[in-house]
Every structure is written in C-alpha cells, then in structure tokens.
C-alpha cells in the first residue's frame, strides 16, 4: 500500500476526495490561518498568491484580511478544488481568482506577486528544487512567502493514531520521509535548504502549536466516520479482505 501523495494525486482521486471532505477538513485546520496571514505581513495593497489553495478557504480568508486594493489569486492542480472555490468566491466580494496551475511548472498565471502563502499546499512537489525555484520567479524582489507545514509525526497525534490503529487491521509500510506527504518538510532543515538553493533568504520559522481537532471537534463516531473517509489509509481499510 502506497501511502506517498503526489501532485498527480491532488489533481485527480484525492483532490476529489478533499473536496467532500472539506468542511471537516478546514475546521480541523482552521486554526493554522491566523499565523499564516500574521507571517504574510499584508501591509498594502498587495498582489498575493494562495499555493495549493484547496477549496479556497485559505485564499478567502487572506483576501478578508488583506487592505483594501489587494488581489488574492488561489492556485490548486486539482480541477475539482478549484471549481468549488470559485463558487465560493463569487458571493465572497474582493479581488479573487482561482486558477487550475501545477505550481511545480505552470507560468504564473497573475505574477508577479508580493506575497506567496500556502497553508499545507508545498508538501506534494514531484521535484521540490525545480518548484520552488519556479515559485521563486512568480515573486518580486522584495517579496515575502509564508507556508506552514506540519511537523514531526511524534508531534501530530491526531494523524498518527489513525495510523497506529490503522496499522492493526492493514499492512501500513513505515512512511518516507522524503516522499511527497504531510511530513516531508517535518525537519525544518530540509525546507530551508530548498528554499535557499531556490534564492529565498532571509528565513524565519515560528513554531505553533495546539490540538487539532478531527473534523474541527467532531463526537468520537462521527469524527471516526470523518477519519475513514478523508485519510488515505481509510481506502485500505474499506477494502480489506478479511483472513481466512
Ligand atoms: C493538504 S491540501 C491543503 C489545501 C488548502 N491549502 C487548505 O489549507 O485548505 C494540499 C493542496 O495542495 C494542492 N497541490 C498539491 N500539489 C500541487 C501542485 N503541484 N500545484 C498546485 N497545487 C498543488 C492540492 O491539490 C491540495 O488542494
């Protein structure tokens, strides 16, 4: 069982599975927004990307909190993400596009910016030294990027329990670290060194912390329904076969 996700994942099977899962999915990771938008410093009118913007939730938000004259543009390799973002947008005011882009590659589609931010969006590149100095050149001198991205795995329970229980039903191979997913930037000395190879300088880290709660605080059967549906390793578990 192949627990990696790649871009070309997002862009089909789970970018879809992340659209009827969304709300439970930005409630559990709501709380994460506020120090994204502080890190961006949105002190003017700015031209802002969303990288890997989902369902927009992010991009709407940073929109809510940017000063008056900004653009915010939502960029997201899945079709399905950015459909649904742009029907949320249309009743949201502001300056807001969504655009179907692979960051990794794609022109930029409104650059340049003055501000990158992506909420768990840069985790998934097929080649992360090739994105991110693509990511680079979308930026003006000058510019400021924010992105957060999770931590060690000892660090976020309300993953790896699933998977620890997971674990006692299916064959769950130990996760690679290198490997596109949630933890691949859990050492911050991986990102930072491709941040620099890709000339971003001056790099800061603000550590965060707090409980996420599955689904945003779900009772205990419904946030296990949740968990079965939205996490990749709830597939295996559908379709296991019993032993004999
Ligand atoms: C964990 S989700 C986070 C979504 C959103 N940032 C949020 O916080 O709600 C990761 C997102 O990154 C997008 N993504 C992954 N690889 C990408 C790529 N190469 N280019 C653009 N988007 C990508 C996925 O389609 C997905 O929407």
Redesign the pocket.
């Known amino acids: 069982m192949n627990q990696t ?3 070309s994942d ?2 089909s099977e ?2 879809k599975k ?1 659209r009827d899962q ?1 709300p439970g ?2 409630a559990m ?1 709501q709380p ?2 506020a120090p994204l938008i502080e890190a961006l410093a949105l002190d003017g009118p700015l031209r802002i990307a ?9 991009t709407l938000a940073i929109s809510r909190h940017a000063p008056a004259g900004s653009a915010v543009h939502g ?4 079709p399905d ?1 950015i459909e649904l973002a742009r029907g949320r947008a249309d009743t949201a005011g502001g300056d807001i596009a969504f655009h179907i ?6 022109p930029p589609p409104g650059a340049p910016y003055d501000r990158l931010a ?9 080649n992360p030294p090739a ?1 991110f100095s693509n990511l680079k050149s979308w930026l003006v001198p000058g510019g400021r990027i924010a992105f ?1 991205v999770w931590g060690p795995p000892v660090n976020n329970p309300w993953m790896t329990s699933f998977r620890d229980v997971a674990s006692q039903i299916v064959d769950v191979p130990p996760p690679d670290p290198d490997a ?1 997913g ?1 933890f691949r930037y859990a050492g911050e000395e991986t990102l930072f060194g491709l941040l620099e190879a890709a000339g971003f300088d001056d790099l800061d880290i603000q550590p965060w912390r707090d409980r996420i709660p599955l689904a945003g605080g779900l009772p205990a059967v419904e946030a296990a329904d949740f968990a079965l549906k939205a996490f990749s390793l709830g597939d295996a578990l559908a379709t296991r076969t019993k032993p004999p």
Do not use: K, Y
Not at 50 to 58: N, Q, V
Not at 75 to 78: E, K, N
Not at 118 to 124: L, P, V, Y
């Open positions: 996700i790649s871009a997002w862009a789970r970018g992340w969304l999915m930005e990771i994460v927004t969303d990288i890997g913007c989902g369902g927009g939730g992010p960029i997201d390799i899945s993400l882009a692979n960051a990794e590659s794609a992506s909420r768990f969006g840069i985790m998934f590149f097929d994105a957060a596109p949630p």
